[in-house]
């Protein structure tokens, strides 16, 4: 998968989670929880649908590797099966 | 053949406008189905229908506002016993007495849940202006009748030990009893049978989640109207207590390995299980201020506040908390946050709750005072997580939450809120019993 492919899986995964959060107005290296206003339940929505839409298993150990939309992008292109 | 009408979802409703139905004429539906969504000026509202039957005719269309009480739809053959469809259907129990059935007309659900918990007989409430009975009318029914009974809380009520538990846990206010034992000594068979059904799960609804009207300035209304009443009538007392949840983590962390990722946890629903569990053991803070007494719940049915991005709160019920583990509380939290956030709560979830719980932990705030919200007694606060140095002698940095509890001075003291600070502590050390 392509940084640009995981982008758009993440960037997927968040509005299908939460779907009333702005994913327009999020910057590469913007804080997601902060920055979209993500409640731990939101949070572990966002991690399901990502583990689902990138085909492997997030765990609680991952979840510094989703802080930004950039760094998620780059965690799921590296981890997700071709 | 039975009537569905515009329910009353709140005290201060008076109309709604009927958004979408989600049944059609000649549709079979039963008790508990999701068959309308309702537009209250604060959210749109997944509607139950409690009779069975098969839809006749829908007598309101959508885009339509009607008053409270207005007949939506008649449903025929409401009544009779008709079989649930689909084995996964749980047939819901609404907890009505049998002084409440026909012909005392009652609106809505949450009206005769309430008169349960207050212990108030319908056959006996006066009517609104339209011969039906509506929430004020039952909450009127139970102050008039708390006054003139002398004591407040019951101080010289004459009954028996086992007839005052299952007042207790009936919700029934001895009060209003008049004994029938030797020198009008209240004994248990004075009281009528309690509320023990648990609210109707309503099967999940096909429909697309539609958007609901702008609803910000009329919540802001609701919400100021309340808040106002809460800090002018109620004289507020506070306790906050830093407690050490390293054992919750710990437990939420192992659990999370061994779950699929769809069942992940957060220690938001083990504070909720502490609480609902320590609210068991309180019941002092479990219940309602009515007509000057306190009228203890039957059970813990506590209102979680969900903040909606868009500005404003609503508060959903989770009833029967303390009867669910953390675990299974988890889906619950989760389907109610997004039912609130897309609008599309259902009328059971709009239930009157006991008592609050609000979590501002995510936000990254220390520790949040809470404002009660009338007539519950208590509201409980949580904070962030935070790792902080200990404080009990021992060496090292441990994960703690600051919770607090604001409480109804007329209906508890400072020790009873403090004895449940202190349960849920207890309780969030030993994890693997939430």
């Known amino acids: 998968m392509t940084p640009e492919q995981a982008q758009q899986v993440v960037e997927q995964a968040i509005v299908s989670a939460v779907p009333d959060a702005d994913v327009g107005t999020l910057g590469p290296d913007d804080d997601l929880r902060e920055t979209l206003e993500l409640d731990s339940l939101d949070f572990v929505a966002v991690v399901e649908s990502l583990s689902v839409r990138a085909a492997f298993r997030i765990d609680e150990e991952d979840y510094r590797e989703l802080r930004t939309l950039a760094r998620a992008a780059q965690f799921v292109a590296a981890h997700a099966p071709a | 053949m039975a009537d569905f009408r515009m329910p009353s979802l709140g005290a201060d409703m008076e109309s709604g406008t009927l958004l979408e139905w989600l049944v059609g004429p000649g549709d079979p539906v039963h008790r508990g189905e999701v068959v309308a969504v309702i537009d209250t000026d604060k959210a749109a509202i997944e509607v139950e229908c409690f009779d069975e039957g098969v839809i006749q005719e829908l007598k309101v269309q959508p885009g339509e506002r009607v008053p409270v009480g207005a007949v939506l739809a008649s449903i025929d053959g409401a009544g009779a016993a008709v079989p649930p469809s689909g084995?996964?259907?749980?047939?819901?129990?609404?907890?009505?007495?049998?002084?409440?059935?026909?012909?005392?007309?009652?609106?809505?659900?949450?009206v005769?849940?309430?008169?349960?918990?207050?212990?108030?007989?319908?056959?006996?409430?006066?009517?609104?202006?339209?011969?039906?009975?509506?929430?004020?009318?039952?909450?009127?029914?139970a102050a008039q009748r708390a006054r003139p009974a002398g004591p407040p809380q019951g101080g010289r009520v004459r009954a028996s030990p086992l007839a005052r538990r299952l007042a207790a846990s009936a919700g029934v206010d001895l009060a209003a009893i008049s004994g029938s034992g030797a020198g009008g000594v209240i004994v248990?068979?004075?009281?009528?049978?309690?509320?023990?059904?648990?609210?109707?799960?309503?099967p999940p609804s096909p429909a697309p989640p539609a958007r609901a009207p702008e609803h910000g300035t009329s919540m802001r209304q609701a919400i100021a109207a309340l808040m106002a009443r809460s800090k002018r009538e109620i004289p507020h007392y506070y306790l906050?207590?830093?407690?050490?949840?390293?054992?919750?983590?710990?437990?939420?962390?192992?659990?999370?390995?061994?779950?699929?990722?769809?069942?992940?946890?957060?220690?938001?629903?083990?504070?909720?299980?502490?609480?609902?569990?320590?609210?068991?053991?309180?019941?002092?803070?479990?219940?309602?201020?009515?007509?000057?007494?306190?009228?203890?719940?039957?059970?813990?049915?506590?209102?979680?506040?969900?903040?909606?991005?868009?500005?404003g709160i609503i508060v959903p019920v989770i009833g029967d908390a303390a009867a669910l583990s953390a675990e299974q509380l988890m889906p619950v939290m989760r389907g109610l946050a997004a039912r609130a956030r897309n609008g599309r709560l259902r009328g059971t979830e709009l239930a009157p709750p006991s008592i609050t719980v609000t979590n501002l932990g995510d936000q990254g705030v220390d520790s949040v005072l809470g404002v009660i919200y009338p007539p519950q007694v208590a509201v409980v606060g949580f904070g962030a997580v935070a790792d902080r140095r200990a404080v009990d002698g021992l060496l090292g940095v441990r994960p703690v939450v600051t919770v607090t509890v604001a409480a109804d001075h007329r209906a508890s003291d400072g020790a009873i809120g403090a004895r449940l600070l202190n349960r849920i502590e207890r309780l969030l050390h030993e994890p693997q019993k939430l």
């Open chain 2, 188 to 202: 248990a068979a004075d009281i009528g049978p309690g509320p023990s059904a648990p609210p109707p799960s309503a």
């Open chain 2, 112 to 141: 005769r849940r309430e008169a349960v918990a207050l212990g108030v007989d319908l056959a006996e409430v006066g009517t609104g202006h339209d011969g039906l009975v509506h929430r004020v009318d039952v909450e009127h029914a």
């Open chain 2, 87 to 110: 084995s996964a259907a749980v047939p819901p129990s609404v907890p009505v007495a049998p002084s409440m059935v026909e012909p005392v007309h009652v609106l809505s659900p949450l």
């Open chain 2, 240 to 311: 906050t207590h830093t407690m050490d949840v390293s054992a919750t983590l710990d437990r939420v962390r192992r659990r999370n390995r061994e779950l699929p990722v769809e069942q992940r946890l957060v220690p938001a629903a083990f504070l909720l299980a502490a609480t609902a569990r320590a609210l068991e053991a309180v019941p002092e803070l479990n219940g309602t201020w009515v007509g000057g007494a306190f009228v203890p719940s039957a059970r813990v049915d506590i209102g979680v506040v969900v903040s909606l991005r868009s500005g």
